[in-house]
C-alpha cells in the first residue's frame, strides 16, 4: 500500500483538469480496513502553508496507515471553499485556522457544528511590512550595539506612521487571510497594544474597519507578497512561508512574529464536523493519532525539520523555494536580508503540549471575537467556557494519546494527562497584559482598545 501513497495527494485547484474516469480509477482503490476503524477511506484538506506539515508528516511517514487509514491531501482554494467542504462533507476533515471551529460553531458567518480534538501548532505567523513603510519606521525604532534594530518591535513605532498618513487623509490598508483567522486576531491584538485602532465589526458593517485607524482585509495567503508589492496593500499578517518570501523578493521586511506577540500561541488545528466525529469515533481517533506521531517526529531532530522542508517544496503541498521555507522551519527567521536570528521556537509542532486542545486557547480566540464586535454581545464567562468545552475535545485527543502509550510508541510525560483543559494564567503578551482563561470578561475589559461590557460596535 505505501508505495501507491504518491497517488493519494492532489492539488485541490488543479482537480477540474483531471478526467471524471481517470479521478475515480485513482481515488477509488478500495483499502482493507483496519480494526474497528469505521471509514478508512478519507480525504483531508489543507491550504498551502508549512503548518499543514503535521498533515503531510503523517501522511509521507506512513503514520495513518499505521492506524488503517487511506488518505487522500488535498489543497483547497482558500480557508471559506475549506471550511464549507468540510460542512458540506466533501472533506473528512482538514488543517483549519483555530477560530474557523468556533466561529462556526457560534453563526459567524456560517453556522455549523465543528469540533477539534488536534491542536497542529503554536507560533509560525509574522506581521510584514513594504520596504517603503519600514524605511518610514526605522528612525524610530531602537538599534542595538551591532547597529541593528532591536526586536520585539512594538507597534507604538508604526503608529507613527500611521498617524503621518491620518494626518494627511491617505489610507492605510493591511492583509490578513481571514476574519475568523490568527492572524486576523494577533494582527489586531499588535496595533492595539501600541495604540492603534484596528477597527470593528458592526451588525451593519461586517468589514471590520468601523472607526479603524487602518484597513484591514482579506487577502489570500500566497497572494500576500504580490499584493503588498503592487501597493494595494502595505503590510499582511500571514503564515510561513510568505513572510519569509517578501524577505526573498526583497520587497518588504517581516517586524515582528506571532512568538513575541504571544509566547506559545496556539495557530492552527484539525477540524471534522460533529456529525462526522460522532459517526465515525473510532476513525477520528486513528486520525489523531496519526497526528500525534507527526507532531512528535518534527520536534525530534533539527534533521526531520530539514526533511520535512524538502518535502514542504514540493509543487503538491507549498511549492515554495526550499531556502525560504527551512528560514523559519529549522529554528531560524530571517527579517531584513542577512538579519538572520535564531528562533528555535517559531515553529513548534509538539514540545509545550503543543498538539492538546486547552479549552483556554479557545476561550481567547472567543475573547478576541468580542473585543472586535464578532460576538455583538456581551457573554457571561459561563457561555465561553460552554462553548469552548463544545469545540475543544481533549477527551478525544487523551483517548488518542492512551491507545499510543500503550503501544510503547510515546511516554504519558508527553502528554497534560491530568490537565482541567486550561494554562495558567499569562502574561507573555507583547502588552504584558495578564490573561485567565476561567475569567474571560474580566480580561476583555482589561484591554485598552476593545468593545467592553454591553458596548456594541456602531
Known amino acids: 500500500m505505501k508505495q501507491n501513497r504518491k497517488l493519494r495527494v492532489l ?3 488543479k482537480l477540474a483538469a483531471i478526467a471524471t474516469g481517470i479521478a475515480m ?7 482493507q480496513a483496519a480494526g474497528k476503524i469505521e471509514k478508512p477511506d478519507l480525504k483531508i484538506g489543507f491550504i498551502k502553508l508549512t503548518d499543514a506539515v503535521p498533515l503531510i508528516i503523517a501522511y509521507e511517514k506512513g503514520y495513518f496507515e499505521d492506524e488503517g487509514l487511506y488518505v487522500t491531501l488535498e489543497s483547497q482554494a482558500n480557508w471559506k471553499v475549506l471550511l464549507d467542504r468540510v460542512i458540506s462533507g466533501e472533506l473528512d476533515g482538514a488543517h483549519m485556522l483555530a477560530g474557523q471551529p468556533l466561529g462556526a460553531t457560534i453563526g459567524i458567518g456560517t453556522k455549523a457544528d465543528i469540533i477539534t480534538a488536534f491542536s497542529m501548532d503554536l507560533n509560525g505567523n509574522a506581521i510584514t511590512v513594504s520596504n517603503d513603510i519600514w524605511k518610514q519606521m526605522l528612525p524610530f525604532i531602537p538599534k542595538g550595539a551591532d547597529g541593528k534594530p532591536v526586536h520585539p518591535i512594538k507597534a507604538e513605532v508604526l503608529k507613527k506612521v500611521v498617524d503621518k498618513y491620518k494626518a494627511a487623509g491617505k489610507k492605510f490598508p493591511l492583509g490578513m487571510v481571514f476574519p475568523l483567522s490568527t492572524h486576523n486576531y494577533e494582527l489586531r491584538y499588535w496595533l492595539a497594544s501600541g495604540g492603534i485602532n484596528p477597527g470593528f465589526y458592526g451588525k451593519k458593517d461586517v468589514t471590520g474597519q468601523l472607526n479603524g485607524d487602518v484597513l484591514i482585509s482579506v487577502t489570500p495567503p500566497p497572494q500576500m507578497p504580490s499584493t503588498m508589492e503592487a501597493g494595494t496593500i502595505f503590510g499582511y499578517s500571514v503564515g510561513e512561508p510568505w513572510n519569509q518570501q517578501a524577505v526573498f523578493k526583497g520587497i518588504g521586511v517581516p517586524v515582528i512574529t506571532d512568538e513575541e506577540i504571544w509566547k506559545n500561541k496556539p495557530e492552527k488545528v484539525f477540524g471534522v464536523s460533529k456529525a462526522w466525529a460522532d459517526k465515525y469515533p473510532n476513525t477520528h481517533k486513528a486520525v489523531v493519532k496519526a497526528l500525534i506521531r507527526a507532531g512528535m517526529w518534527l520536534d525530534a531532530s533539527n534533521a526531520n525539520r530539514v526533511e520535512a522542508v524538502k518535502l514542504l517544496s514540493k509543487p503538491n503541498y507549498v511549492g515554495a523555494d526550499e531556502k525560504v521555507i527551512a528560514n523559519s522551519m529549522t529554528g531560524t527567521f530571517e527579517f531584513e536580508r542577512g538579519d538572520k536570528r535564531p528562533m528555535p521556537d517559531f515553529n513548534i509542532f509538539f514540545r509545550h503540549f503543543a498538539t492538546y486542545p486547552f479549552y483556554s486557547d479557545a476561550v481567547w480566540y472567543l475573547t478576541q471575537m468580542r473585543r472586535w464586535g464578532q460576538i455583538p ?14 469545540v475543544y475535545r481533549p477527551d478525544i485527543y487523551m483517548a488518542a494519546a492512551k491507545e499510543l502509550i500503550a503501544e510503547g510508541k510515546v511516554k504519558a510525560a508527553d502528554f497534560p494527562s491530568n490537565s482541567d483543559g486550561y494554562h495558567a494564567p499569562t502574561n507573555e503578551f507583547i502588552d504584558g497584559v495578564t490573561f485567565d482563561g476561567k475569567k474571560p470578561n474580566a480580561y476583555i475589559n482589561s484591554l485598552k482598545i476593545g468593545l467592553k461590557g454591553k458596548e456594541v460596535a456602531q
Open 11 to 13: 492539488d485541490g485547484l
Open 25 to 31: 480509477q485513482v481515488l477509488c482503490t478500495p483499502v
Open 377 to 390: 454581545e456581551a457573554k457571561p464567562d459561563s457561555w465561553y467556557q460552554e462553548v469552548a468545552k463544545k
